[in-house]
């Protein structure tokens, strides 16, 4: 993935950057960035995204209530549109916290933007066709070193820094039996950085069940009924569930465990209330 250090200390290192200095990013970082894209456009169900890097958007006034109000100083913002299908949005989610991950190593702040964003200006910019959408964008830029009020506020209130134990998230074999680390064995770094993955509203409704006989690793999401994603028409937890299998597979692939992403038949997986999203079957 062409880093500069191990994936799982970029994830460390990644947080949610909203007071950047009002300083443009050179051109040959953001030509770095989309060459990055080109390379790495492709989720693990197979949908494709495409990304710009778009400088001195014009937000209308009414727009500064959109999420992004909350970014202070931010001159680029990166955006992508996929084509929508079911699971796009797991696609999104693992292709865009790619290449935030890509991002944070090369030094620049970054926050994924999905809640409340206005879509609009980003749309008009990218040409967006009638079959694509923009799940999420993110501001890119240099990190102020002191974060501005409105920034520690949306962090107190979201609990940014708090993340849940591990008996909440992973399960032995099934939904309720807690998984310790040492169970975990070779897999106990990728379900941490599942762990330690960014959010919307860090609800963190990742849920992993292994079947330690078989070496699956099923992953579900325990939906919030905050987020009517429907009625939104924008899937945030279906981007948490991406985010989530990229931490996991970057870190599994950088430790030399191999295996793949595979959708099981229900009788295949445990019996549970999570929704099913996929199963890491380690070989
Ligand atoms: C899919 C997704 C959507 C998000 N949307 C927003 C948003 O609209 N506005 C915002 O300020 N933060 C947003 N966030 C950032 C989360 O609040 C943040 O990741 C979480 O609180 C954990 O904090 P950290 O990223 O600093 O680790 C989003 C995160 C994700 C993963």
Redesign the pocket.
């Known amino acids: 993935m062409e880093l500069s250090k191990p994936v799982n200390e970029i994830i460390r290192q990644?947080?949610?950057c909203?007071t950047y200095k009002n300083q443009a990013i050179p051109a040959w970082i953001s030509d770095k960035i989309l060459s990055y894209t080109r390379e790495n456009s492709v989720g693990p169900f197979g949908g494709r995204s495409r990304f710009h890097v778009l400088e001195n958007l014009d937000l209308a006034p009414n727009e500064k209530i959109g999420?992004y109000g909350?970014i202070t100083g931010a001159s680029a913002f990166l955006a992508g549109a996929i084509q929508k299908d079911e699971k796009c949005f797991v696609d999104y989610?693992f292709i865009f916290e790619k290449l935030i991950l890509y991002i944070t190593d090369l030094g620049l702040g970054t926050?994924?933007?999905?809640?409340?964003?206005h879509r609009s200006e980003f749309a008009s910019k990218m040409e967006l066709k009638a079959d694509e959408i923009i799940p999420?964008v993110s501001p890119v830029g240099f990190i102020h070193e002191t974060r501005s009020l409105k920034e520690k506020t949306?962090?107190f209130f979201?609990g940014?820094a708090k993340r849940k134990a591990w008996a909440e998230l992973f399960f032995h074999n099934q939904a309720g039996t807690s998984l310790s680390e040492k169970e975990a064995g070779s897999y106990v770094i990728p379900l941490e950085m599942v762990r330690l993955a960014?959010?919307?509203?860090?609800k963190q409704p990742w849920r992993v069940i292994y079947d330690s006989q078989k070496q699956r690793f099923h992953f579900f999401l325990e939906r919030s009924k905050s987020y009517d994603w429907l009625k939104m028409k924008m899937d945030?937890q279906g981007?948490?569930a991406g985010?989530a299998l990229c931490h996991f597979e970057l870190t599994a692939r950088e430790a030399g465990l191999t295996g793949k992403w595979e959708i099981l038949s229900p009788d295949e997986i445990p019996a549970t209330s999570f929704e099913y999203i996929v199963s890491w079957i380690a070989n």
């Open positions: 990644r947080f949610s909203r999420t909350f989610g926050c994924w933007l999905g809640g409340t964003l999420a949306i962090r979201a940014s960014p959010s919307a509203s860090n945030m981007l948490d985010i």
